[in-house]
């Protein structure tokens, strides 16, 4: 890319792309590390001071997701309205389940995840806007549903576990949907009927545990932090514990770690 751009650019890219689309009755949200910026005001200065990126860019691209059965609505803004780039031999490959588009001048580029999102493990959001999970938050996904991209990760790195202590600093839990909480019991339920994803969030949320601690030594946290993060970190864990699970997790479960439980990058680029 042939400049720069800094997090006050590119989260006023993101939310312009968004507001275009709600304008054309098209859903779009903001997922990933913007989604945690935007999704924690009362904690930008801590997401800043962790360094996400060890430098004073903390992103690189814009990540968003839609509904496959608005692809028409979403095409229609990004190339029509806004005037991104796409590759047609990218929409040939990925076209069903995602939209890579580049700005016009070569500024950035956004992803569109359709439907779900399809990393280490599936976090499925609908297909429509009347069951569909992406209206129950604007201008991103909702808090639970940005702590589930990140603790799904397999091989996660210390710029997710900065994500996830600063979404976990910013938000209270609770068992059921509510605006800016977490809901516990929408993970728990979730993970109870996959092990593989189980067994890695709770891998992640021990990692996210250790750091902060560190970060509390090195004083990048205060002693209000870590005593916030670690108390939700161990309740959503005594939660995830409690839940009943499904045959399905208990047959992997006696499987454990004898066969690959994550799907790896290979298989994502394919």
């Not at 993101?14 to 054309?24: D, K, P, Q």
């Not at 569109?112 to 599936?122: E, K, N, W």
């Not at 604007?138 to 639970?144: G, K, M």
Request: aromatic share 8%; glycine share 4%.
């Amino acid at each position: 890319m042939p400049q720069r751009l800094d997090d006050k650019t590119f989260i006023d890219e993101a939310l312009r792309i968004v507001c275009e689309a709600e304008r054309h009755n098209a859903v779009l949200r903001i997922i990933g590390a913007l989604a945690v910026r935007l999704h924690c005001p009362d904690y930008a200065t801590l997401h800043v001071s962790l360094k996400r990126l060890e430098e004073e860019q903390s992103f690189t691209d814009i990540d968003l997701i839609g509904y496959s059965g608005q692809m028409h609505r979403i095409r229609e803004v990004m190339e029509d309205r806004l005037r991104f780039k796409i590759s047609p031999q990218a929409l040939l490959m990925r076209g069903k389940e995602r939209l890579i588009y580049t700005h016009h001048e070569d500024l950035y580029q956004v992803d569109i995840f359709l439907d779900r999102l399809r990393f280490s493990h599936d976090i499925a959001f609908g297909k429509d806007t009347k069951e569909g999970r992406l209206t129950l938050d604007f201008p991103t996904i909702t808090p639970t549903d940005i702590l589930l991209e990140k603790i799904q990760i397999h091989e996660i790195a210390e710029k997710d576990i900065k994500d996830i202590l600063t979404i976990l600093r910013a938000h209270s839990t609770s068992m059921q949907e509510e605006k800016d909480r977490i809901n516990a019991g929408y993970i728990s339920r979730l993970l109870a009927r996959d092990w593989g994803f189980w067994y890695d969030a709770k891998s992640n949320l021990a990692k996210a545990q250790d750091f902060a601690r560190r970060y509390h030594e090195s004083g990048m946290l205060t002693q209000q932090d870590l005593e916030d993060i670690t108390g939700k970190i161990n309740e959503l864990t005594d939660i995830l514990d409690k839940e009943s699970k499904t045959r399905e997790w208990v047959k992997a479960s006696k499987r454990g770690l004898s066969k690959q439980w994550w799907r790896s990058v290979e298989e994502l680029v394919r």
